[in-house]
C-alpha cells in the first residue's frame, strides 16, 4: 500500500480534537491591534523625511543605515503619533510638590524621552502641558510613560498608579506627591 494511503485511513477525527481546539482558541490572546504601528509599513528599506529614522528589516532605528537598495520616503509611527496627537500613553501629576519642582520634573520627564529613544526610536514626547494643578505627558508609546513613571518614583517617591488598556496599546500613569 502506498505511503500516502496510509496516512489518510489513519486520520480520525475525535470530538476530543475539537474540544482541544476551541480550548487552545480561549487560552492564547491575539496580539493587540495598533493602527499606528501596522498600516504604512514599508516592504524594504525607508526613511522618515520628519525625523530621519530608518527602517530596515522589519524595525525603525534610529539614522541607522538603510541597506542596499532603494529607500522610500515613509513617515514614521512615532510622527504620525505627533502629528495626530494620539498618545499611547499618558502621565498625569499631581499633587503640591508639582508647584515648587515643576521645573525639575520637566527635566525629568525630557531626560526619560532621551534615555528611552536610544533603545525604542519611536518612543517620543507628544506634548508635556499643565493646566489645573497638574502635568500631563502624552507619549507616542507605552514605554516611555512607564519609563517616566518609574523615574518620578524613584526621584521624588509619591504614590504612582499604572493602568493598561484592555488592548495594552494604551498605558495611564498617575504620580502623586504632596
Request: charged residues 25%; proline residues 6%; negative net charge.
Amino acid at each position: 500500500m502506498p505511503r500516502a494511503a496510509i496516512l489518510t485511513t489513519c486520520k480520525v477525527s475525535t470530538p476530543m480534537d475539537k474540544y482541544q481546539k476551541s480550548r487552545k482558541d480561549k487560552l492564547f490572546k491575539s496580539h493587540p491591534f495598533d493602527p499606528y504601528a501596522t498600516p504604512l509599513r514599508p516592504g524594504g528599506s525607508a526613511r522618515c523625511p520628519q525625523c530621519g529614522a530608518a527602517y530596515h528589516e522589519g524595525e525603525w532605528h534610529l539614522h541607522g543605515p538603510v541597506g542596499p537598495g532603494p529607500v522610500d520616503a515613509t513617515v514614521c509611527p512615532a510622527c504620525r503619533r505627533i502629528e495626530d496627537r494620539a498618545a499611547a500613553g499618558q502621565v498625569r501629576i499631581s499633587g503640591r510638590f508639582l508647584a515648587t519642582h515643576e521645573q525639575e520634573i520637566r527635566q525629568l520627564i525630557h531626560h526619560a524621552e532621551q534615555q528611552e529613544r536610544q533603545t525604542h526610536v519611536l518612543e517620543r514626547l507628544i506634548a508635556v502641558d499643565c493646566k489645573d494643578d497638574e502635568l500631563l505627558a502624552t507619549t507616542t508609546g507605552t514605554h516611555l510613560a512607564n519609563r517616566i513613571g518609574h523615574d518620578l518614583e524613584a526621584a521624588y517617591d509619591g504614590t504612582c498608579s499604572y493602568r493598561y488598556s484592555d488592548s495594552e496599546v494604551y498605558l495611564s500613569v498617575d504620580w502623586h506627591r504632596d
